[in-house]
């Protein structure tokens, strides 16, 4: 290793003078105890040299003490003073005198007035101020009876908008319910004819044993029943059209659903689709199945839909592509014969239905198979399978309508809607309606209500029919679609034995009151409370009201309870 470099303390070094001559110079060292700082320096950017700072070469000059404080806080800090000072101010008057003139043509003659009091000056500021306020309050109210009027004027408005709404609201719902009638569609259409009918035969039942007896009465009574056999029978011809209607448009919707691409939703609320091999499949053969069953085709074009669809069908061998294949070519050799068109509507009809079966099956449509209601593997079929009584059918549980008070399965909604249809003709779409928008109501609350969600259409009819007698409980209005169920007490969950029927006016202005029984007096409160001593009676005997009934009793009784022990508590504290 290199060894330690020590500097002696006398050097010699050598200085060239002005003339050229060197002289050697004796220098000594003189080392310091403290550390220099390192302050810096520059390098030279042609030659590259680096110069240090040249106190970092030598020792700093320290200044003698002289006794003086320079580095004080008070040097620092400012003192203000505020002192004031009146300064003197020379006036002077011109004035007439011997050699100067002065005019007076500018001079004022001031007369003194008569001197007012303090109090005359307050009253009078006091009077001027009550003037003031005056046409003050003036513009004040003036401005609020034109924002009176303003508001009458809209509120006029708005009632009459009202008016013209719940009109026409009225005239669209009755317009709907012809339309319903006239031209049925669906089960609640059905549903609402055999009601009608049956609402009918009644009338016509109590006319006939109000005025005719003996044989005049059983030859009405045969009338009757012959007219009532030509509008079920009339009825029943609906039914079969709407049928076959509903059937095409559900093929139509499974059609649409299984060639429709996917979807998801992104983060910025976009929706992204994409096709797959199975829905461009499936668009395929709902393309070749629309244009099998379009009409007015020339022989040509027909004949191009036949060799689209037996190109297709020949993917796959089996019995179904080949009965396919052989009516396709059925048909062909028929078109070529010459064979009009009406001959060929049940061929057509065959080729048709064969194919809608091929695109229903999911070894030759993939997308199928997640649309149909009968589950491809068999060991499914044995799971919620019920046996019904009334038609001895086993059937999936969704095929079968419990109610609240149902202690077994009992009968299908096809069996149950036959017998609707042929005996009692109950209508519940005007309660279907009321418990929807009673549901809709109650999980806008957000109080973890659940006894409307256990109630079906039988049920809401019961309590507002034979409870409510299908009137509002304060203007006895009977028109059920501007009725609704709404809280008795607006703090408790609602139930049958916590509800009152009103019209939906009527609701909105109970939404507000705070003491039932000072806005409604004691006597409305008593008859309220019987209906809901009724309703208790009837709906705690369904398995789900009862124990929803013995959770609350318990819950009231937990805090009855600990309000009890509260004082106690109290005290000891």
Known sequence: PKPEYNMPDIITTRIEREDGTFEDVVVE??????????????????????????SAQTMGRVRADDGITRFCRDTQTVSAKNRLQQTTLDTSTQMTTIGCYVSNMTDKLVVPGRYETADEYHAKRLEKVIILQSYFRRWQAKNIVVQLKEDLIRRREW???????????????????????????????????????EKWRQEELTTIDEGMTGAQRKAALCHL??????????????????????????????????????????????????????????????????????????????????????????????????????????EADLLMRGVRESNLEGLRKRISTLFLQYVKTPTFNAEAARLLKVPQDPSTLRKNIYFCPSCSSYLPSTEFQLSSNSSNVGRCRRCTKLDNDARTRQDYSHFRYMLKGLRKSEEAMGDGSRIAFLLQEADLRYLVVDIWSSQSALSCWEDLYDLV?????????????????????EAKAHAQIDDLEKAYGRVFCHKIKTKHTRARNYFSRLPGMAQIMHENAAQRKQESKSISNRPALTLKA
């Open 29 to 54: 060292i003189e080392r310091t105890t403290r550390r220099k700082p390192f302050l810096g320096g520059f390098r030279h950017r042609m030659s590259g040299v680096e110069f240090h700072n040249a």
């Open 159 to 197: 009632e009459r908008k009202e008016e013209i709404r719940k009109i026409k609201e009225k005239e669209e719902r009755i317009r709907r319910e012809f339309e319903r009638r006239m031209n049925p569609r669906t089960k609640e259409d059905f549903d609402l004819l055999y009601h009608a009918l």
């Open 225 to 330: 029943l012959d007219q009532e056999t030509q509008l079920i029978a009339a009825i029943g011809r609906h039914k079969l059209q709407a049928d076959s209607e509903n059937k095409q448009r559900s093929i139509q919707s499974f059609l649409d659903k299984a060639a429709a691409p996917r979807r998801w939703k992104a983060f910025d609320g976009k929706y992204t689709e994409m096709d797959t091999a199975y829905t461009i499949r499936a668009r395929e053969l709902k393309d070749i199945y629309n244009s099998l069953n379009m009409k007015y085709l020339t022989q040509d074009e027909r004949l191009d839909v036949l060799l689209t669809l037996k190109h297709t069908v020949k993917e796959h061998d089996c019995k179904l592509t080949q009965e396919i294949i052989q009516l396709i070519d059925r």
């Open 485 to 505: 169920l709404v809280r008795w007490d607006k703090d408790e969950e609602w139930s049958p034995w916590n509800c009152i029927l009103l019209t939906k006016d």
